[in-house]
């Protein structure tokens, strides 16, 4: 029985804040019989996570330092395999391919950039790079960028990443906590944590996994509202003026700018208005708020259009829809970014709804119906 640790690492975290099935409890004791490295991951696990931290009860046992650095390692190789549960059923899109004209767009994609404080600005391209600047060191490549601050002390400078359509990149925070960014997001983050919090801002989808500090609470502010945690792993989307967060393990407080308030608990999400309002708990299905780390998005019954707009993302494009109605339909299936956007293209065009595509003068991609 093939084993893929990081998979088992966040199964056997569900199993701790008592998420998982029976089916999957079943599995995670197949497993420990089976191979002696998913044994020794639980009693890391054991070790490091001996009592369950929640905002109520910050004296709780947080793990040691000897213990972390190996937890954090593993938990950053989640942007390679982080799906936490066997996929269920659903009733997925897959048609045969026809032949269409399409003139695809010759622009070159946007690099990431870190904006320094300072205003100066630094492309982060693909090649393995160490770059000095005024308060810390660099390492960057094409997937992640650390740094080693310079200096700890005075007020924080704020720098901001930006991760444009296309591309996925992650980010090690100076207190250690790992941030990967989707397509179309902004992150705002000192080098240095200096004061009574930790504080960042972020715009788009990021999965964070915080690194605990039991005296220092990490804080997320969004255009909707803020969310305190301790130490804790999430995912946080906002695209759109929508605010969802998606809690895989430890327990997070969410403040909303008109007032809604939440504590949250394991396997539970969030979702508030874009005003920071109307705040509701409902749970969530983690192959579906969890795929895009590892470039899949996975959908069921959602509208044609809230599709299109993870595809310009994605790839970097824009996409109109020649009929309103059209952007009603509903769609299951998978987005896979590995794949050409043809092949997204063609599986809608064969479909029945969508006619045809085609790109206009300005280079966005048109949705034709047979209305």
């Known amino acids: 029985m093939a084993l893929d640790l990081d998979e088992f690492l966040l199964l056997l975290l569900r199993q701790k804040d008592g998420c998982t099935s029976w089916t999957e409890d079943r599995y995670i004791e197949r497993i420990l019989r089976a191979h002696p490295e998913a044994r020794r991951l639980t009693e890391d696990i054991l ?11 910050r004296q709780a046992a947080w793990p040691r330092p000897a213990v972390w ?14 799906l ?3 996929l269920t059923g659903s009733s997925f899109l897959f048609f045969s391919y026809r032949e269409d004209r399409l003139y695809a767009s010759t622009a070159p994609s946007p690099e990431v950039t870190l904006q320094l404080a300072n205003g100066e600005a630094i492309r982060l391209g693909d090649s393995n790079r160490t770059i000095p600047v005024k308060d810390a060191l ?4 094409s997937e992640m960028l650390r740094f080693t601050t310079k200096t700890a002390g005075g007020p924080p400078g704020y720098n901001t990443l930006v991760v444009p359509a296309t591309h996925l990149y992650s980010i090690t925070l100076a207190d250690g906590t790992v941030v990967h960014m989707n397509a179309g997001s902004v992150l705002r983050f000192p080098f240095a944590f200096n004061g009574r919090s930790r504080e960042v801002y972020v715009e788009g989808e990021a ?17 909707q509202g803020d969310v305190t945690v301790l130490g804790t792993a999430f995912n946080l989307s906002t695209y759109g003026n929508r605010f969802m967060l998606s809690l895989v393990s430890g327990s997070v407080a969410i403040a909303g700018h008109k007032g809604a ?21 409902t749970d969530f ?13 996975r959908f069921r019954q959602q509208s044609l259009r809230e599709i299109c707009n993870v595809a310009e993302r994605w790839y970097g494009v824009t996409i109109r829809l ?3 109605e059209l952007g009603k339909l509903k769609y299951s299936g998978i987005l896979n970014k590995q794949e050409p956007l043809t092949t997204f293209l063609d599986k809608l065009r064969n479909n029945g709804e969508v006619q045809g595509y085609y790109y206009d003068m300005d280079g966005t991609i048109v949705l034709k119906t047979h209305r």
Request: proline share 8%; with cysteine; hydrophobic share 40%.
């Open 285 to 297: 299905e983690s192959e579906q708020v969890l795929g895009w780390l590892r470039g899949q998005y």
């Open 207 to 223: 999965f964070f996994s915080v690194a605990p500090h039991a005296q220092q609470p990490f804080i997320v502010h969004t255009p």
């Open 322 to 324: 020649d009929n309103q």
């Open 69 to 82: 650095p190996a937890w954090r390692r593993r938990i950053r190789n989640i942007a390679a395999a982080v």
């Open 138 to 141: 660099l390492s960057t490549n």
């Open 47 to 57: 070790e490091t996570f001996p009592q369950q931290p929640t905002l109520d009860n």
């Open 84 to 86: 936490v549960a066997a």
């Open 261 to 281: 308030k939440a504590v949250l608990k394991p396997c539970k999400a969030a979702i508030m208005d874009g005003a920071g309002g109307l705040l509701r708990e």
